[in-house]
């Protein structure tokens, strides 16, 4: 079905960055609105349930997978992760736009449920710049680090069944990239048809699918 807003799914390994770019996107365009996933790892830091996840328990996690609530879902560094599919069709059914930030096997799920969703990657300049943003940031044990680098590895392999690929070097320009595709895709005949139809069909054009 063709929904008048867009969908982008934003990857990336661990510490690449991909959440502190999507979040500075979402401060700079109120048509872009986050779609929360839920999670069975325990919170970390400032993290509160029902903004940057929905912490469930794995006994709720299975039900939902049970009543088919998750358009996607996959097992990563030992938790779960999913994404609720009515969460995303309401918010796209009315014209908004909605990000996801989920791991490469979740943006291949995404792409077969809903097959005009964009697909970004998001790559570190180096391996060497990567460890060091995982170190920067604190958050886990050295062997927990190295298993975050080994996992990268595999997951930048992933990058040929991507849309776009942003390198986060520099920060802003990567954040213009991230702008520039969100826009770019606005703008194609595909989504204007969808979001526009009105004026579409005011302007009799009546264009094949």
Do not use: C
Not at 110 to 118: G, Y
Not at 125 to 146: W, Y
């Amino acid at each position: 079905m063709d929904y008048p807003g867009n969908l982008f799914v934003v990857s990336a390994p661990s510490g690449a960055g991909k959440s502190s770019l999507v979040n500075a996107l979402m401060e700079l365009d109120a048509l872009v609105s986050h779609s929360v996933s839920h999670t069975t790892r325990t919170p970390r830091g400032q993290e509160k349930d029902g903004r940057e996840y929905h912490f469930v328990s794995v006994q709720q996690f299975d039900a939902m997978v049970q009543a088919d609530a998750f358009v996607e879902w996959a097992n990563v560094h030992g938790n779960r992760y999913g994404t609720s599919r009515r969460s995303i069709e309401e918010r796209i059914s009315r014209g908004g736009d909605v990000m996801l930030e989920i791991d490469y096997q979740g943006a291949a799920q995404i792409k077969r449920a809903f097959a005009n969703a964009v697909l970004v990657f998001v790559l570190p300049p180096s391996l060497q710049e990567l460890h060091a943003r995982l170190l920067r940031r604190g958050e886990d044990s050295p062997d927990v680090i190295e298993q975050r680098l080994a996992n990268a590895v595999q997951e930048m392999a992933q990058v040929e069944k991507f849309d776009f690929v942003i390198i986060n070097e520099v920060f802003e320009r990567a954040l213009f990239d991230l702008k520039t595709i969100v826009h770019a895709q606005r703008l194609k005949v595909a989504a204007q048809r969808r979001a526009r139809a009105d004026t579409f069909k005011s302007l009799h054009l009546n264009l094949p699918e």
